[in-house]
C-alpha cells in the first residue's frame, strides 16, 4: 500500500458519499492528498485515472496533477465547467475537454484513459470529446521523478484545489475502457493492474486515507469422499 498524507483540511465526511456511506471532503483552501512517487506510477505505457466527484462550487479544480519538470499529466475542471484530461509530453501538449457543462452538487465518474498512442475523456461512462493522439505524452509518468496530487495542481506552476466530495479514485497502469461503458454502483476491488485505490471511507472527520491493497477473498470448496 502506498502512503497517503493529508495537506491542509482534507478529511472523510459522512455528509455525502457515491459508494459506501464516506467520501474525501475538500475545502478548496489547500486541501489535497500526495503520496510518494512510486515505480507503480511508471506505466511508461497505458494508464487510467478516474474518480466520482460532488462539486461544491466549481473553478479551476484539480482532481489529480502529476508534475516532473515540465511535464504534466492532469485531470482538472475549468471555470467553464468542463471536464478536461491534459498530457504536456516532450512532443507537446494534448488537451482532451469535455462537451458537457458540469453543475455543482451532482455527483459524476470521471475518467482519462491512455491507451497505445490514443487518449480518452469519459464523463459517467460516456466518451465526452472524441479521442486524440498522446504521441509523445507517454513518458510523462516516471518512477524517479515528480510529484503526485490528489486534489490539487501544484503550486509553483499551476493553482487549483478542489471544493467538494471526492470518491473511490483509483489509478491504474493499464486502460481500464476504451469504449463507452457503466460506472461502478459498488466498490472498486484491487487488483494486479491497481496502483492507487482510495474508496475515502471511515469516521466523519477523519484525516486518514487509505491505499486499498487488499487481495480479494475467493472462497473455495474442496468435496472430501
Known amino acids: 500500500a502506498k502512503t497517503v498524507t493529508v495537506v491542509g483540511n482534507a478529511q472523510i465526511s459522512t455528509a455525502q458519499s457515491k459508494i459506501g456511506g464516506a467520501a474525501g471532503l475538500f475545502d478548496n483552501a489547500g486541501d489535497y492528498l500526495t503520496t510518494p512517487t512510486h515505480a507503480d506510477f511508471n506505466t511508461m505505457g497505458d494508464y487510467t485515472i478516474e474518480c466520482f466527484f460532488r462539486a461544491t462550487t466549481i473553478a479551476q479544480d484539480f482532481l489529480f496533477t502529476k508534475l516532473n519538470g515540465s511535464n504534466q499529466v492532469s485531470l482538472y475542471m475549468t471555470a467553464a465547467k468542463k471536464i478536461v484530461f491534459y498530457m504536456d509530453g516532450a512532443s507537446g501538449v ?30 459517467d461512462g460516456v466518451q465526452d470529446v472524441a479521442s486524440a493522439s498522446v504521441t509523445g505524452a507517454r513518458a510523462d509518468f516516471n518512477p524517479l521523478l515528480g510529484v503526485y496530487h490528489i486534489g490539487a495542481g501544484q503550486s509553483t506552476v499551476i493553482a487549483g484545489f ?15 475502457h476504451t469504449a463507452n461503458f457503466t460506472p461502478p454502483t459498488s466498490a472498486y476491488t484491487w487488483d494486479t493492474d491497481t496502483a492507487l485505490l482510495l474508496h475515502c471511507n471511515g469516521a466523519n472527520g477523519s484525516t486518514v486515507f487509505t491505499d486499498d491493497d487488499t487481495i480479494p477473498f475467493t472462497p473455495r470448496i474442496m468435496l472430501i469422499n
Open 94 to 123: 494534448i488537451i482532451l475537454t469535455g462537451a458537457t457543462t458540469l453543475s455543482e452538487g451532482v455527483w459524476y465518474h470521471f475518467m482519462g484513459v491512455v491507451s497505445a498512442s490514443t487518449g480518452y475523456l469519459f464523463l
Open 162 to 176: 478542489i471544493d467538494g466530495y471526492m470518491d473511490e479514485f483509483r489509478f491504474s497502469k493499464i486502460a481500464r
